[in-house]
């Protein structure tokens, strides 16, 4: 029977010097707490950073390999025709899409604020749907 992971990839030493460090200590100060030495805190820290960036590699890759389609907006798209366009590639890819006209439309006015101006496209924006219906706004 395999052991319950309470930090996912990370053990209990390598999260608890993460937090530490995202409180704002010093490795120094994280060895003087844990009790140990500063460099063995840097290998740990090191290691957990380590672990993580495979992770987000991994779930890229695993994101690769689960997508269904995607779509670029150009610049002078009206926002209001952006869902439109996503539902349609969705069903031309037989896929039920996990928001509606509201939902991708707000979403897209939060993920990318930066590409918008007024209700057009300033900059193109990228929309990547996956086999499970999620998609992913992604500004370019």
Same mark, same amino acid.
């Given at each position: ?7 996912? %990839?990370?053990?209990?030493? /390598? ?10 200590? &010093? ?8 009790? &140990? ?11 957990? %950073?380590? $672990? ?13 390999? &689960? ?5 670029? *907006? ?9 869902? /439109? ?7 031309? $890819?037989? *896929? ?30 990228? *929309? ?7 998609? /992913?706004? &992604?500004?370019?």
């Amino acid at each position: 029977m395999s052991k319950e992971r309470k930090y996912g %990839l990370l053990t209990e030493k /390598q999260y608890k010097v993460l937090k530490l460090r995202t409180e704002g200590k &010093t490795q120094k100060e994280i060895a003087e707490i844990m009790g &140990t030495t500063r460099e063995n805190i840097s290998i740990i820290e090191k290691n957990a %950073l380590r $672990k993580i960036k495979l992770a987000e590699e991994t779930l890229k890759t695993y994101k690769d390999l &689960t997508k269904a389609g995607e779509i670029t *907006i150009e610049p002078g798209t009206h926002l209001v025709t952006i869902p /439109q366009k996503l539902i349609q590639l969705a069903d031309e $890819k037989k *896929i039920k899409l996990k928001g509606n006209f509201t939902t991708i439309y707000d979403h897209i006015r939060i993920n990318a604020p930066e590409n918008i101006e007024g209700t057009k496209i300033i900059k193109p924006i990228k *929309i990547t749907i996956y086999k499970d219906g999620t998609y /992913q706004i &992604t500004k370019t």
